[in-house]
């Protein structure tokens, strides 16, 4: 079979540890076999970071912006154990918030579904994906310790002179006082790529705060979607037959649970947070979860929602032969793959990504999985429980049937 071309690069971020194995062994069974693979490679290993006074994470970032796709391995986050692990210079910052400072995206997550994992919320049959704002509000405020009696004022000094000043409580004892904020430019960011994802994966966008409370910081982030969405995305939602709405938190939860799913849940920041694990959690396995952060101006970044899998890499390097499980990396590959072959009109490229992806679930459905898999596994036959190895060529010989086929 003659491989498939590419005519434009792929941004390829390699990472660290036990994923940086996996992210070789999906390209060398899975990839290079069948793709002339065209990738612009920077390797966010910790090593290379280091070496590079972390310019290659601002690099691999810039690549993004020029060529729109870009696929990125787990990485290690330094904290003080891994300064001496890895004898760094200096405490590097996490890639994921660098190269998100720099794309000023939003992140999307999205459980990979299976017959025989079934979701603890029995009434959900598609995934949920999570779009999370990820700036300001609680992360990024000023907090301050009330020691006693006193006033808490709210003060604005306008730049053109204009003041604002409020009283927030007089104190008749000691207490907590904070102080959030966000920008326009953000919100209105997180909006578009909110809408621009939906309408990549032709899904209904639910969107819900406080406002009812917030009245005009929460009340704010309603008015920005809904500005944004009447001005620009309305036509193009009721072309494609998917809905925009907007409801309270409380509603939206409640919503949720006794939803199908099939659907994009934008929260705020915090919400996000707290949400994603929720419904991370009730989906099944962390290692089943993909992530895709979105510009506003429509470029993508993919990855599995999982860390590098130290402890299976400490174990790996003693010996053991690993199974861990590759489907949200191989995930964050096909995705990249199609979403190339969309942009630059290759449908031979996003045809044989789809084609991995029903490979590698058809493989888990006929029963043959990973470890982490084989206990949630309610199939009607025992799992087949497989070293990594062993299940990426099984998942290569479904593919090579549905090739032929
Ligand atoms: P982790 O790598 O996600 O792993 C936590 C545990 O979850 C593993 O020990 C394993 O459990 C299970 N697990 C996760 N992915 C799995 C997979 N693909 N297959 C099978 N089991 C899987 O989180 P962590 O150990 O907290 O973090 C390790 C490193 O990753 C840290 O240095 C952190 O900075 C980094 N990190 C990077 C990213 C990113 O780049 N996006 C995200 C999170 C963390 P068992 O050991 O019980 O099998
Ligand atoms: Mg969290």
Redesign the pocket.
């Known amino acids: 079979m003659e491989k498939i071309q590419m005519t434009t690069p792929l941004v390829e971020m390699d ?1 660290d ?1 036990m994923t940086r194995i996996l992210w070789k062994d999906i390209k060398d069974v899975l990839l290079l076999p069948y793709i002339e693979l065209k990738t612009e490679y920077y390797d966010l290993g910790l090593p290379e970071r280091e070496r590079t006074a972390d310019q290659v994470t601002v690099d691999s970032a810039e690549a993004t912006k020029k060529y729109g796709v870009a696929v990125k391995c ?4 330094p904290n003080a154990q ?1 300064l001496d692990e890895y004898n760094l210079t200096e405490m590097w910052k996490s ?2 918030g660098t190269i998100r400072a720099i794309l000023d995206g939003t992140v999307f997550r999205a459980p990979i579904m299976v017959k025989g994992i079934s979701p603890v919320v029995k009434t959900w049959k598609q995934p949920i994906t999570i779009a999370r704002h990820a700036y300001g509000d609680v992360y990024r405020a000023t907090e301050y310790r009330v020691p006693g009696p006193g006033v808490a004022e709210l003060v604005f000094s306008g730049a053109d002179g204009k003041d604002f000043r409020q009283t927030i409580y007089n104190f008749e004892c000691a207490g907590v006082l904070q102080g959030q904020y966000n920008k326009d430019s953000s919100i209105t960011s997180f909006a578009r790529s909110c809408f621009q994802y939906a309408i990549d994966t032709r899904q209904d966008l639910w969107f819900s705060t406080k406002d009812t409370i917030s009245k005009k910081y929460d009340h704010t982030f309603k008015d920005i979607f809904q500005d944004i969405y009447d001005a620009e995305y309305k036509d193009q939602f009721e072309r494609l037959g998917i809905e925009y709405f907007y409801t309270l938190i409380d509603d939206a939860v409640a919503r949720v649970i006794r939803s199908q799913g099939g659907f994009i849940w934008a929260c705020k920041n915090y919400d996000g947070d707290v949400m994603s694990d929720m419904v991370s959690t009730a989906f099944g396995s ?2 089943m979860m993909t992530s895709v952060l979105v510009s506003p101006d429509g470029k993508y970044e993919y ?10 890499y400490y174990r790996y390097l003693e010996g053991e032969n690993p199974s ?3 489907m ?1 990396t191989l995930f964050a590959w096909t995705g990249a793959l199609a979403k190339r072959g969309e942009l630059d009109g290759i449908p031979a490229l996003a045809d044989f990504a789809r084609k991995l992806e029903r490979a590698s679930i058809a493989t888990i459905e006929s029963g043959v999985m ?1 470890k ?1 898999l084989a206990g949630l596994w309610e199939g009607a036959a025992p799992a087949k429980s497989v070293t990594t190895a062993e299940f990426l060529q099984a998942i290569r010989e479904n593919l090579d049937k549905a090739l032929a086929g």
């Open positions: 990472g540890e787990a990485t290690i986050t891994r890639p994921n962390l290692a990855e599995a929602a999982h860390g590098t899998v130290t402890r299976h861990t499980n590759p949200a990973t982490d």
